[in-house]
């Protein structure tokens, strides 16, 4: 979940989406993020916390739209003087109770990896379109954690971004599901490139 800002530049028909791809490669970038961050390995300077944020960027495939980059983000101002108390009153409101402290919910990207981001796209035509983020915590009336919160769709409300869900309750079998604005009735299916075919016997 993220205040990150919606991105300068949107493709049309975003929200129109029944279909994202994703290089197997990007996939494990993602998946390399959130294994790395809920096991506690920390890079120097990045937020020390166990969940993983990032931004995903894409370009129109046919009627589908493929991921092309991926950026696993380091920091979080979440905790940052008034950000922290937006994230707070936000958080409150929404977010259903959790294992989880209220006040360590929540992911504000820092303006400056944003921006970086958005350069590399711009250079390669690309449009930033979506982000990622973590569930851990099993609830028990949604053991899976595979889909957006109410939080969640507050947050991305009028972004214009598809938020992708890495439910990793089990880290051995985490899965990726993308929705729009973190609406669950607008659930794109993510489909990973190149397939992957059994061999005859």
């Given amino acids: ?17 029944t279909e994202i791809l994703m290089p197997r490669s990007l996939y494990a970038t993602v998946m390399s993020h959130v294994v790395r961050k809920l096991t506690s390995y920390y890079v120097t300077g990045e937020t020390a916390e166990r969940k993983a944020f990032g931004m995903l960027a894409g370009r129109p495939r046919g009627a589908a739209f493929e991921v ?9 101002l979440r905790h940052d ?16 109770p959790s294992q989880t402290p209220n006040e360590q919910r929540g992911w504000i990207a820092h303006p400056q990896e944003l921006l970086a981001f958005s350069r590399l796209c711009d ?4 449009t930033m ?3 990622y983020h973590t569930h851990r915590v099993p609830w028990p009336h949604d053991p899976r954690r595979d889909t957006c919160t109410a939080l969640d769709r507050v947050l991305a409300d009028g972004t214009g971004q598809w938020v992708f869900i890495v439910s990793a309750v089990d880290l051995h079998q985490p899965t990726l599901r993308a929705f729009y604005e973190g609406d669950n ?16 016997l």
């Fill in 68 to 76: 092309t980059a991926v950026a696993p983000l380091l920091l979080n």
């Fill in 1 to 17: 979940m993220s205040l990150a800002t919606q991105p300068s530049g949107t493709a049309q028909g975003l929200d129109l989406l």
């Fill in 81 to 96: 003087g008034q950000h922290a108390a937006d994230m707070d009153e936000i958080v409150d409101a929404h977010a259903i």
């Fill in 185 to 200: 009735r607008r659930e794109a299916n993510v489909r990973l490139l190149p397939e992957l075919r059994s061999a005859a």
């Fill in 123 to 126: 250079e390669h035509d690309w």
């Fill in 129 to 131: 379109f979506g982000n």
